[in-house]
């Protein structure tokens, strides 16, 4: 931990040094990598974890993208131009201690709609299990709506609804099944940040039979 919170510092220091002897280019400082590795070694030494996921950190519950262009960090999907590394690692900290504010059913009656949609267009049976990334592609085939609604924003909010422990809502009896398989650890594995600063993987889902279809006439 004293290790960290001195990589930390001597980040802080070399950028504040860069600073103080020329004209600063936060925009270029941004882009080089060198502001995500000082906010990383700022949460480490305060015990917060964040994990870079492609052009997002992960830090429950918060997803944040550096944008170099604006001299700005986008924490859920909000521009903060506040880029002091101690700030924004304690304006997550307080975000992980409120907890996220999430409607779990509204989610799942998504997630089942794009569900039975795929089901539906390629002939699988009822309870197949379909992959989750699969899923993420309807809800997002939309022009336009992918760039709204990433991966990573969409593996988030797998675990919450995982959290939450709602399996079924009251427009469906449905439940929902999480697939436990080896495709998590191989191609189109979903991964997101839990609580304890853990990788979560999502892979697949399924949906049990509707008990009322087989009494249909």
């Known amino acids: 931990m004293s290790a960290a919170r001195d990589a930390a510092g001597e980040l802080a220091d070399g950028a504040g040094a860069l600073a103080n002897g020329f004209d600063f280019d936060d925009q270029a400082y941004l882009s080089s990598g060198g502001y995500v590795k000082e906010l990383l070694a700022e949460a480490e030494a305060r015990g917060l974890s964040i994990v870079e996921d492609d052009d997002r950190l992960l830090c429950y519950p918060s997803l944040l993208r550096i944008v170099p262009g604006d001299a700005a960090v986008e924490v859920d ?87 939450s422990g709602v399996t079924h809502t009251a427009r469906s009896p449905r439940a929902l099944r999480w697939a436990a398989s ?36």
């Open 77 to 163: 999907k909000a521009r903060d131009r506040r880029l002091r590394p101690s700030v924004l690692v304690a304006a997550l900290a307080r975000a992980q201690e409120r907890g996220p504010r999430f409607k779990a059913e509204a989610f799942l009656d998504s997630l089942r709609s794009a569900y039975e949609l795929l089901v539906s267009s390629t002939g699988k049976r009822v309870d197949a299990v379909v992959r989750l990334v699969d899923i993420w592609s309807v809800l997002t085939m939309l022009p336009g709506q992918r760039g709204q609604y990433s991966k990573q924003e969409f593996a988030r909010d797998l675990y919450l609804l995982d959290q």
């Open 182 to 217: 080896t495709g998590t650890k191989g191609s189109g594995a979903l991964v997101t940040v839990a609580r304890n600063g853990q990788q979560q993987r999502y892979w697949g889902v399924s949906f049990s039979p509707d008990p009322a279809a087989g009494k249909r006439p």
